[in-house]
């Protein structure tokens, strides 16, 4: 925790490269190592005395923990990049940058291809084809899960706890924060994953939360309403429980998208 602490709130005082990126994927080590302590420890941080970058920079880094610990991001790296030969196509991240007479200069087309997925995937060859390349998603566990519960409820909780608080909502500064508040918790509800117990209260209690600032005036925590409207639906595994959900939030028009569904 103390660690936890200390990388949290340091500051880059001899204008080191890349400080930024380095303190994030610190931070990020430190909560998938000890996600239960550092976890709590982080969002508890969150809403005390720090600045906007303080808060958004715990939010980043429990977004990305449970990236990580959902086995997501094994499954992102599994995938693999068919490349085919050909002249006339390039393959990869790309920029064209135009000169005189509308050419091209070919060392301004950048091209980046990952190669290095050996370790994480199986060559299958057939009689005939070419050879299939299978992931082995047995291996890759949902370690999240099981934690997802404790982060999200502790982010509703301080949440609902200060919501009225000046000093963390007021302002454009606290727009900016609860528009990202909104948007770590649909990722840590879709993280969790459809066959984690409890996802389907999870989902209703997001619903409910986000639902309410639809029609915000700043547009920037309307999106991330929407978002989290849309997180939520999808991991709602009973239809009729959607129907309840709009009842009780009277959702009237996803009432009617309900029953768009229902007849199609």
Same mark, same amino acid.
């Given at each position: ?38 976890? =709590? ?25 449970? *990236? ?8 992102? *790296? ?30 301004? &087309? ?17 009689? @005939? ?21 404790? @982060?999200? *409820? ?12 000046? =000093?963390? @909502? ?18 840590? &509800? ?52 959607? @129907?309840? &959900? ?6 009237? =028009?996803?009432?009617?998208? &309900? ?6």
């Amino acid at each position: 925790m103390d660690l936890m602490v200390e990388v949290l709130h340091m500051e880059n005082k001899f204008d080191m490269s890349q400080f930024a990126e380095m303190k994030i994927k610190c931070l990020i080590a430190l909560v998938t190592n000890e996600p239960h302590k550092v976890g =709590s420890g982080l969002i508890a941080e969150a809403f005390g005395s720090c600045s906007l970058m303080t808060r958004l920079q715990v939010l980043g880094t429990l977004c990305e923990g449970a *990236y990580d610990l959902s086995g997501q991001k094994q499954l992102e *790296y599994a995938k693999p990049e068919t490349i085919e030969a050909s002249p006339n196509k390039v393959h990869g991240k790309r920029r064209l940058v135009g000169v005189e007479g509308n050419q091209l200069k070919d060392e301004e &087309l950048e091209i980046t291809v990952k190669t290095n997925v050996s370790n994480a995937l199986e060559e299958r060859t057939r009689r @005939w084809g070419r050879g299939r390349v299978a992931v082995n998603t047995r291996a890759i566990v949902n370690k999240f899960s099981n934690l997802a519960p404790i @982060w999200f *409820y502790g982010l509703l909780g301080n949440f609902v706890e200060r919501r009225e608080d000046p =000093s963390l @909502w007021g302002g454009s500064v606290g727009a900016t924060f609860l528009a990202q508040l909104l948007l770590a918790m649909s990722n840590i &509800l879709e993280f969790a994953g459809v066959a984690s117990a409890g996802i389907d209260v999870m989902a209703k209690d997001l619903f409910r939360l986000v639902w309410g600032f639809r029609h915000a005036e700043v547009a920037e925590v309307r999106i991330a309403s929407l978002c989290g409207v849309a997180s939520s639906l999808a991991c709602l595994r009973d239809c009729n429980s959607l @129907w309840k &959900l709009a009842q009780e939030e009277g959702a009237d =028009s996803l009432q009617r998208g &309900l029953l768009e569904i229902e007849s199609a």
